[in-house]
């Protein structure tokens, strides 16, 4: 009898150190995981950032619209992933006031389908806007830049 306990009790501690291995090594792989996943999440970040230095850059060369610029500055912001990332719809109000307003309108082949007095008409609306909102855009671009230049 104690022959048979000795036995079940060192079957009993192989199983259990065989599980515990186990689960050891699905730890271990979750963690990997998570590792490549935060390293995949951070070379995308820093690849939006520099796209969105490099646009806000171009905005204040005057080298980018300000409603090209608006619009690309905000899809990029929407896809970043920081802890300490601002309310953009706060901190950027402009930007997003111009975004608003070009959001909509037709681009490339949906722009050549329109009638051309429609898109005179959306085209006066998009420069009116840059220039009633220029300052204050390029007050958020210096923002931007302060941000994303620490």
């Not at 515990?20 to 070379?43: C, D, M, N, P, T």
């Not at 706060?90 to 329109?114: G, I, N």
């Amino acid at each position: 009898m104690t022959f048979n306990w000795i036995l079940a009790t060192l079957a009993a501690v192989l199983i259990i150190a065989g599980l515990s291995f186990y689960l050891g090594r699905l730890l271990w792989l979750i963690q990997q995981q998570k590792l490549k996943q935060q390293q995949v999440v951070e070379a995308k970040n820093a690849d939006l950032t520099q796209s969105i230095v490099l646009i806000a850059k171009a905005m204040r060369e005057e080298q980018c619209e300000l409603s090209e610029g608006a619009l690309r500055i905000w899809v990029l912001l929407d896809h970043l992933q920081l802890p300490n990332k601002p309310n953009a719809m706060q901190t950027y109000p402009s930007l997003f006031k111009m975004y608003d307003v070009v959001k909509d309108m037709p681009t490339h082949q949906a722009r050549k389908e329109r009638d051309k007095k429609e898109i005179r008409h959306l085209d006066h609306l998009r420069e009116q806007a840059e220039i009633d909102f220029k300052t204050e855009i390029l007050a958020d671009v210096e923002k931007l830049l302060a941000f994303f230049q620490k």
